[in-house]
């Protein structure tokens, strides 16, 4: 079946699709249907129409996902690939004779609602003989390539990056564990290829990125102090693969966050804070984690705020990041420095002549001033400024109530 699914036959079948049918989708497309699903992985490589592959039982057919992935980045929606039978159908059209097509479009204005849902019929049915799998099935086969251990490394990679690209949609997601596929991915973190522990990372951030339910799911299966040991790996990739899905997972999640400290994350977060040769990238992250604990922190009224944020150097190394010169962990900086002077907590003279604040935001209002003299930064320097603002007036707040308090 596979085989006989190669590219000839799918391009027949799009124009065959068009032929009869497309014209009539597209109308109806503006309806109710639009969620209408074909196996959208196996279009993905079709972005040039060089390489449409149709997807049915097999295993020589998985590789348009793998392909797909290799420009995927946590922060990229996947783009590329046709998330709807609409997005086939304008592939389509930008290969087919215009002309043509013209004609038909005229021709199906005059459908009535009931001829247009009889033609969606017929897609359904012809896709139905076509075999294209399910997104289920098609996490089923990873999961199932995953469980296999005999198969190569390369087929393993192959069936993360699929399950990287499936777990994006929210019900995929959900249905993830359902399908072992949780149980199967954490065990890969055991694996001793840090590339097969990065993806596997990744897709347990994705599969849990404001998802509760995945989130409690990872936390159940005991993941969490498996991910927290990843960050502190020598490879780079995998220590913010790691860092990027403890985020996920503990984020405005309260069973997490505890377990989180419980495992003395807050630890973990201060060295990476005060190592200046981490990578900035890990930084970023790194500060943006606490920024959200603290946020977290601040929003609910229940908890006890964590005493580790009004310890002396975790402070510090917090306000001491402001000397980077990566203006987007400054910003993330700043953002984490507002959230913890609002936690009645911690000290504004700890601040003060601790971690010497003062100085800090001086020193970065010199450095902005230079910015904004330059035309490329100009406008970023000016959000940038005007946070820090915010900083300084909510620190100086902060230290007149503490004056004001006798001692
Ligand atoms: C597709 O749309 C219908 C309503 O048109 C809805 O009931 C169904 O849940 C949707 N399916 C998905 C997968 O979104
Ligand atoms: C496991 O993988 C090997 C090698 O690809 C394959 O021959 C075998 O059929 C697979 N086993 C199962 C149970 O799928
Ligand atoms: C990973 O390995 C550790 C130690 O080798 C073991 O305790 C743990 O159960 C393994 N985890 C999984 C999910 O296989």
Request: aromatic share 6%; with cysteine; charged share 25%.
């Amino acid at each position: 079946m596979a085989k006989a699914l190669g590219k000839p036959l799918t391009f027949f079948f799009l124009i065959l699709l068009w032929e009869t049918t497309a014209a009539a989708a597209i109308v109806a497309s503006d309806g109710d249907n639009k969620n209408f699903s074909v196996g959208r992985l196996f279009w993905a490589t079709a972005k040039d129409g060089s390489d449409l592959l149709v997807k049915a039982e097999g295993e020589d057919s998985t590789s348009a996902a793998a392909a797909a992935t290799a420009s995927a980045d946590e922060h990229d929606e996947f783009e590329g690939g046709f998330s709807s039978l609409d997005g086939m159908l304008q592939w389509a059209i930008g290969h087919s004779d215009p002309r043509k097509l013209k004609e038909k479009a005229h021709d199906v204005q005059r459908l009535s609602a009931n001829e247009l849902e009889k033609r969606q019929l017929e897609i359904k049915e012809l896709m139905e003989k076509l075999k294209m799998p399910s997104d289920p099935e098609l996490m089923q086969i990873a999961i199932a390539d995953l469980s296999n251990s005999s198969i190569s490394l390369a087929d393993r990679h192959r069936a993360l990056h699929e399950l990287l690209i499936l777990v994006e949609p929210i019900d995929n997601a959900n249905d993830l564990n359902k399908l072992g596929g949780l149980v199967a991915v954490i065990r890969e973190l055991n694996n001793s290829e840090p590339e097969i522990r990065t993806t596997s990372a990744w897709i347990l951030g994705k599969a849990s990125q404001n998802n509760p339910v995945v989130q409690k799911q990872i936390l159940e299966l005991g993941a969490l102090s498996k991910l927290m040991k990843m960050v502190k790996s020598s490879f780079t990739e995998e220590a913010i693969k790691a860092l990027y899905a403890v985020s996920a997972v503990i984020r405005n999640n309260f069973d997490g966050q505890e377990l989180f400290y419980a495992e003395a994350g807050h630890v973990m977060l201060q060295e990476i804070m005060s190592n200046s040769r981490t990578d900035v990238r890990l930084r970023r992250k790194c500060i943006f984690l606490v920024a959200d604990l603290v946020e977290c922190q601040l929003q609910s009224t229940k908890k006890a705020e964590v005493p580790f944020f009004s310890n002396h150097l975790f402070l510090k190394s917090v306000v001491d990041l402001t000397a980077s010169t990566d203006l987007d962990l400054q910003e993330k900086t700043l953002m984490a420095i507002r959230s913890l002077l609002q936690l009645t907590t911690t000290e504004a003279l700890v601040f003060k002549n601790f971690c010497d604040l003062g100085g800090a935001l001086e020193r970065m209002r010199k450095q902005l001033e230079e910015l904004m003299a330059e035309e490329f930064q100009r406008e970023y320097a000016r959000d940038l400024e005007s946070l820090r603002r915010e900083v300084e007036f909510i620190f100086h707040r902060k230290l007149e109530k503490a004056t004001l308090v006798p001692t």
